[in-house]
């Protein structure tokens, strides 16, 4: 098994990279990690292979500079072959309000990383992908939304917009990569305990640990799930909140509390 995994130093990403280690240890696993932090995947690599032996490679990356990734998978697949699955896990999230002028830049940020970061993610891989895909081998390309991504919420009009975007291009990619026999999934968590979550001062309903989250989505990603919500409560959310007619989701959102206004770097 070898997966790629972007956002891997906290998170979901993080999480996933335990899950995999723990479900394919001692078995010529390859499990390459990517983040901004170097020194936090530094330490998941030395644990995650002390641990589960297997064999981690990190690159140190911001996925929105494209010629670093394609560096970073050109080095993966001359040293280990293409990946098996690939998974867009990096993302931010910012309160913002289009009111603010300062708020522009988070704008820009949020829909740099959370949307142009997938591309920028999959692009270098797909060749080598589709080469693997017609030996037989597995290729899966997964993309972690969110369930913002299917009403607009008030005061993230910045990470909701991204997350509908992520959605929508995951969609395209989808039609697009049959002709490849690449797989693609889309995630839209609910609400997960990570440090993107522990900033938000309201209650958040369905909350999930990111370890049990990361079981049930590589359950998705091995079933092939095209897309899915996790967990099967917030899928009933979702459903519901794509019928509610604009009048009434107006009244319904227009008190809702707001994540706190932060900077995005």
């Known amino acids: 098994m070898k997966v790629f995994i972007t956002g891997a130093s906290s998170g979901i990403g993080e999480a996933l990279a335990y899950e995999y280690a723990k479900r394919y240890q001692n078995e010529n696993t390859i499990i390459g990690l990517a983040a901004r932090r170097s020194e936090h995947l530094q330490l998941l690599q030395q644990t995650l292979e002390a641990c589960y032996n297997i064999k981690c490679a990190i690159y140190p990356l911001d996925v929105r500079d494209s010629a670093v990734l394609v560096a970073a998978a050109n080095e993966f697949i001359q040293q280990y072959g293409a990946p098996n699955i690939v998974i867009g896990s990096a993302g931010v999230s910012s309160g913002t309000l289009t009111e603010y002028a300062e708020d522009t830049n988070a704008f820009q940020a949020v829909m740099d990383i959370n949307v142009t970061g997938l591309v920028n993610t999959f692009q270098p891989f797909i060749n080598a992908m589709r080469l693997a895909a017609q030996r037989g081998e597995t290729a899966q390309l997964v993309g972690i939304a969110s369930v913002a991504g299917i009403r607009g ?7 909701s917009a991204s997350k509908a975007a992520a959605i929508a291009y995951l969609e395209s990619l ?3 990569m049959l002709h490849h026999n690449i797989a693609i999934t889309t995630i839209a968590p609910g609400y997960i305990r990570t440090p993107m979550t522990d900033i938000n001062t309201y209650k958040m309903p369905f909350l999930m640990d990111a370890d049990i989250a990361a ?5 998705a990603i091995e079933r092939k799930k095209r ?3 996790i967990p099967w409560q917030m899928g ?3 459903r519901l909140m794509r019928l509610i007619p604009p009048v009434l989701w107006d009244f319904l959102a227009k008190n809702a509390p707001h994540k706190p206004r932060i900077d995005v770097q």
């Open 153 to 159: 919420l008030p005061g993230a009009g910045a990470y």
């Open 174 to 176: 989808r039609v697009e």
């Open 236 to 238: 009933w959310v979702a």
């Open 215 to 219: 079981h049930k989505f590589v359950n």
């Open 227 to 229: 897309f899915v919500v």
